[in-house]
């Protein structure tokens, strides 16, 4: 099946400073990605879409300028935390779908922010 | 971003019991729903989906019921297991997923707890 991977699973950073996540697809190609964010015990909150070749849609209340999208190529976008804040802290989840396989779509495993 | 609900609800079943989560979507535009299992510090994990033109669909030992009238989802697992101890989480979305930019948002989550 289609796989997505993050890179770093885990990262630890210091306040003010910035942290990219990776979010690939590794078997297919994805136009468009999803990013989440998750705190503990609840549910996942979208974040924005990530358009290949175009610029990020984020959701009501999400700061773009804080959170940078970059959708460079068909199986690469990355999550840029600019200025990091103990608030950040999160787990962080990115998704894809495969345009050949139907509505399905695949989540990565996570990467697991923690601001210092 | 959205988001919907603070707190996880929890359901015990003893192992070899059928358990049945349930499930309110609030947009009644959706046409698309689907059923996740996420075990602890891990990306979601697809179940079942279900379109809205049905009102239920079955897997292996899974069963998706949807009730259109009342916005509501159920998933059904036959025989529950211990490895099926995870939080389940509904999700909708939109429309007719023609294109890949529909969103897939997420409903608050059950955590489910098997008992050998």
């Known amino acids: 099946g289609a796989v997505v991977s993050q890179h770093p699973s885990r990262v630890i950073c210091k306040s003010g400073t910035s942290v990219k996540i990776e979010c690939r697809s590794l078997d297919f190609q994805a136009t468009t990605m999803f990013w989440y964010r998750q705190f503990p015990k609840q549910s996942l909150m979208l974040m924005a879409t990530?358009?290949?070749?175009?610029?990020?849609?984020?959701e009501q209340g999400v700061e773009k300028d804080k959170f940078l999208i970059n959708h460079a190529s068909l199986t690469l976008s990355t999550l840029t935390v600019t200025s990091a804040h103990p608030e950040d802290s999160s787990f962080y989840i990115c998704?894809?779908?495969?345009?050949?396989?139907?509505?399905?779509?695949?989540f990565g495993p996570g990467t697991r922010l923690t601001v210092t | 971003g959205e988001s919907v609900g603070l707190h996880l609800p929890t359901l015990s079943v003893q192992e070899g019991d059928n358990s049945i989560i349930n499930c309110a979507y609030s947009n009644s535009a959706s046409d698309y729903f689907i059923w996740y299992k996420q075990e602890s510090g891990k990306g979601p994990q697809f179940i079942i989906d279900i379109r809205s033109n049905m009102d239920k669909r079955q897997g292996q030992r899974v069963t998706v019921l949807l009730n259109k009238t009342v916005k509501h989802l159920s998933l059904q697992i036959a025989a529950t297991q211990p490895g099926d101890s995870a939080v389940y989480f509904c999700a909708e979305s939109g429309t007719e997923l023609k294109t890949s930019y529909d969103k897939v948002i997420f409903g608050p989550g059950t955590s489910l707890s098997v008992i050998p």
């Open positions: 998704s894809a779908r495969d345009p050949g396989k139907g509505y399905e779509q695949y």
């Open positions: 990530s358009n290949e070749g175009s610029k990020a849609t984020y």
